[in-house]
Nanobody, 124 residues
């Protein structure tokens, strides 16, 4: 299983970025997908998740609700995270992850496979 995250970079506060995560080696359409983020010395935290069915039901951390949008394209085995109105506190390494369940889930322990992470830096 491989999850390849991309799209990170340096952006000014108020700007936007779109992260992508291409999956291979798993039945992508059967997996719930999630995005997490982590800063040095801090715990990895949940950002957003999307179900594999039900029209792609979603869930977001309160800190990103209304600014971030998770989506998926099962034909391309890819999950996206559109990040708008970025703030300096959004700076982190962002990880995508796959869970062998249908419904979105938030605990890190529910996720079976992880990507390598992509750095997002928001300057003030």
């Amino acid at each position: 299983v491989q999850l390849q995250a991309s799209g990170g970079g340096l952006v000014q506060a108020g700007g936007s970025l779109r992260l992508s995560c291409a999956a291979s080696g798993l039945t992508f359409s059967s997996c719930a997908m999630g995005w997490f983020r982590q800063n040095p010395g801090k715990e990895r935290e949940f950002v957003a998740a999307i179900s594999s069915w039900g029209g792609g039901r979603t869930n977001y951390a309160d800190s990103v609700k209304g600014r971030f949008t998770i989506s998926r394209d099962n034909a391309k085995n890819t999950v996206y995270l559109q990040m708008n109105s970025l703030k300096p506190e959004d700076t982190a390494v962002y990880y995508c992850a796959a869970a062998m369940v249908s419904w979105w889930t938030t605990p890190i322990s529910d996720y079976d496979h992880w990507g390598q992470g992509t750095q997002v830096t928001v300057s003030s």
